[in-house]
C-alpha cells in the first residue's frame, strides 16, 4: 500500500470490506475462514494501511495454529510492518510461547526488524527463555529473506 491513501481510495468499497474482515478474522484466530480463502486465492501476505499482515496480526494476537497456516499458504515470518516491527517481536512482547515456537519454526530470523525480537528479549527480560532457541533458529541471520523451509 502506498502512503497517500490512494491505492485504497481506487478499490471498490466491497475490497476495502473484505480486506477488513479478513484482518478481523486474522485477529480473531478464525482459522476457518483461512482455511478455505488461503486456497482459494487470498493473498497469504495481504497488509493493511500500517503495514501489518494477516501473519503479524494472527501472531499479536496469540492464534499459533494460524500463524503456522499462513506460513504454510506463503506468509513471510519475517516481513516487517511500516514501523520495522516483525511478526516474532511482537509475539515476544506479548509473551505469547507458541507463537514464538511456530514463527521459528516457520522461518522467522530473531535478528530482523526494529527493535529485533533478539532486542526485545533483553528488554522483556526473556533470554533464559529464548536465547537458546533464538541462536539456532532455522531463520536467524537470514536479513529478512524467508529461510527455505
Not at 11 to 18: R, T, V
Not at 42 to 62: I, V
Not at 80 to 104: H, I, M, T
Request: glycine share 12%; proline share 7%.
Amino acid at each position: 500500500m502506498d502512503g497517500d491513501g490512494s491505492a485504497l481510495r481506487s478499490l471498490p468499497p466491497e475490497a476495502i470490506e473484505f480486506a477488513g474482515r479478513m484482518y478481523n478474522a486474522a485477529r480473531a484466530g478464525d482459522r476457518d475462514i483461512f482455511e478455505q480463502a488461503l486456497p482459494a486465492g487470498l493473498p497469504a501476505n495481504l497488509t493493511n494501511e500500517k503495514g501489518d499482515t494477516l501473519l503479524m496480526l494472527a501472531a499479536y494476537h496469540g492464534h499459533a495454529d494460524l500463524v503456522k497456516l499462513l506460513i504454510q499458504h506463503g506468509a513471510d515470518p519475517n516481513r516487517v510492518n511500516d514501523k520495522g516491527q516483525s511478526p516474532l517481536a511482537g509475539a515476544v512482547f506479548k509473551n505469547e510461547d507458541e507463537v514464538v515456537e511456530a514463527l521459528l519454526a516457520g522461518g522467522a530470523d530473531p535478528e530482523y526488524g526494529s527493535p529485533s525480537a533478539l532486542n526485545c528479549l533483553a528488554i522483556f527480560k526473556q533470554e533464559e527463555k529464548w536465547g537458546a532457541k533464538f541462536a539456532a533458529a532455522p531463520g536467524k541471520g537470514q536479513g529478512g529473506k524467508p529461510a527455505s523451509r
